[in-house]
């Protein structure tokens, strides 16, 4: 049994969100809660000390990036993931899967940009992919790399998260029936291989749901992890909003209640609402950051709304006189000290300042909705809370 | 008389270094200090409250930029530089004269470069000089701009800074002694309408002393300053650090003991202990963030020393592995809790947050510097303080 474990401590009668808590060597998680996503060990321009300060509760990293650069071995030096970025409290890794996906099949297909839009010297290639692993050159120096289910697991041991996923091969949303079901076979093989290769009793395993969006082949791999792993992550290819509700709803259908359930790469607010409610526990996305990083910031109900997507772009002429912060209901660094006409002047003027401003109330706004979130399930007013935010 | 004053409250025996506090509005200024420069109203990538954990206790901005943008009308509109910024304590801001000079003379001299390095986007324009002011474009959409005594004190009171610098023309080192007298003479009369135009009493005007490296120049302009103004700014071209002493020496010779010292635009370790043993009371520079962009990081002695200019590297490989802090005896945020290879990863990876970190590092680096000088004026042990360092 692991280390970490998961209790429910309440459940909405309306619907399928649940408050718990992940316990950990590391502390506790109080789910329903965002992960933010520090993909080189930094969740980008903001500040461990200001993650505490929020109140941010986990952080994940990516395993094929801190593989390539500065490497495991290091970071196992420095006593693991959380004491070499600072950050002292708990962690997620992900398998490495969806990099490798994006450098080939995903590139092919148009989809999963999320490494070129990341990374400014990402050059794509081709991998290629059979039954024992993934073939794939570095996009930092073109190297030949390999993953495969051992080695992705060697190296989340090394890098030493709480909590850690297994490696699975990405099915595109342009695939057929076939070649997901093939796909989704691939990862079948290559989670029962995770499992042989996790030693380290202290890190809780995902196994990864797939199947594209076929409702058979997404029950099938639902109720294929759930009989082998402790805890569900919800991966793979979805078509919209919609369909990735749906997904979700047979997955969760198919799985154990008591299981921790995490849904990878996922952030938006009306997201993280339709997620909860359908029975997610944690999910991390880019999203803050990234957006951030351009200018774009987040505002709360009634300000922020389901058309305008929660977010306004600090560019806008609007806001160069605007003395108000950023979001009037936030209590994060930003918004209790700088206005908007201030943080619009650091963006035109390209300060560094701004991109780290944004990115910590961004950050900030999503794990505080999901704090909120989970007083409104602990309260039973979750349903409210959603009319609220969701008009 | 203004209402931000100077008080001297030790002399060091051995040297003219002297402990001093200039009290204004905003609060107290514990000199000797350095003051870091946030050119746009930002010292790049250090946020505000990381400036004041440190003990920075003073801010300088760069009116030339400010005028540019956002204007001075809007920061005024919002309470002045210091609540603009989220400062909330004294701050100090220059003429003008030494970014015209370096789009102008400078630039064809090839000096005064600083403008070109410190703004991306700058294209340097050539400007004219006339006995009312300065004619030149901006560096930012090319548009035509006039700066004047009368124009840059009105700019400077509305900024509202604690401290202001009356408006000067700046000579070049390679000017003759005819040019660098006319240049001088040009300036003696814009400081005298910068202080016909100065009508903020809550503000302390500093001259400008001019002069290249020629001596009876230099002492006549101190002359003339210290019998104009209650505060001494030195400004000006000199040719070497020997040259900078000496000019230091000629000027503080010629000034009145109990008026405060601003050393304009420099700030290399050795450079302070030599200025503050001349007599010197503050001094701005952009190094600590310029270096730290770069990935420069100071370092204290026995480490940092004259030969290695007290700073080191990060990029370099021989940190890839370091466990050590940037610098052993340093107490800032990055030293605390980051090791010389997580920052060094940062660089690598060119992450946002290691140009806070370092940055923060260097600010706080020179700024503890100038504190442990003043605590040694105190207690009678700058010599000794200065041996150690500058072995």
């Given amino acids: 049994m692991s280390q970490t474990s998961f209790k429910i401590i309440k459940k909405d009668k309306k619907s399928k969100a649940r408050a718990g808590i992940i316990s950990t060597l590391h502390g506790d998680i109080q789910t329903p809660i965002f992960v933010p996503v ?87 290639r081709l991998n ?22 051992e080695i992705s697991i060697d190296i989340q041991e ?32 290559w989670l029962l291989r995770s499992i042989k290769a996790h030693k380290r009793k202290d890190q809780l395993l995902y196994g990864v ?42 997955t969760i259908a198919s799985v154990s209640e008591e299981k921790p359930r995490h849904m990878l790469g996922i952030g938006e607010v009306d997201d993280i609402f339709e997620l909860i409610q359908r029975g997610i526990d944690t999910f991390d996305c880019v999203i803050p950051t990234r957006i951030g990083r351009t200018g774009f910031f987040f505002a709360s109900t009634p300000v922020g709304n389901i058309k305008n997507r929660f977010r306004f772009d600090i560019n806008k002429p609007q806001f160069r006189t605007d003395p108000k912060p950023l979001d009037a209901n936030c209590t994060c660094y930003a918004c209790q000290n700088f206005s908007r006409a201030y943080i619009h002047h650091l963006f035109r003027s390209r ?6 401003l944004i990115s910590t109330h961004n950050v900030h706004f999503l794990v505080n909705l999901t704090k909120i979130i989970r007083k409104a399930i602990l309260e039973d007013k979750f349903k409210t809370l959603k009319k609220q935010w969701l008009v």
Same sequence: chains 1, 2.
């Fill in 38 to 124: 520090g993909t080189n060990s930094t969740v980008k321009s903001v500040n461990p000390r200001d993650l505490k300060e929020m109140g941010a509760e986990i952080i994940l990293a990516n395993t094929y990036h801190l593989h390539l650069r500065p490497g495991e071995d290091l970071i196992k030096k420095f006593g693991g993931l959380s004491k070499w970025m600072s950050w002292q409290g708990p962690t997620m890794t992900d398998s490495g899967g969806f990099q490798v996906f994006s450098l080939g099949v995903g590139l092919e297909h148009g989809v999963g940009k999320l490494l070129r839009e990341e990374e400014g010297e990402a050059k794509p």
């Fill in 158 to 189: 090394k890098l030493g998260a709480d909590l850690i996923v297994a490696f699975d091969d990405l099915e595109s949303p342009k695939h057929t029936y076939e070649e997901t079901k093939k796909s989704l076979e691939l990862t079948e093989d």
């Fill in 209 to 250: 749901t797939h199947g594209g969006s076929f409702q058979d082949l997404r029950v099938r791999s639902a109720k294929f992890v759930d009989k082998n792993f402790n805890a569900i992550a919800l991966g793979g290819a979805h078509k919209n909003k919609k369909n990735m509700s749906q997904i979700v709803e047979w």
């Fill in 351 to 356: 300060e560094l300042l701004s991109y780290s």
């Fill in 128 to 149: 290629k992919i059979t039954k024992e692993g993934v073939t794939f050159q570095s996009h930092l120096d073109g190297s030949k790399q390999f993953l495969s289910p």
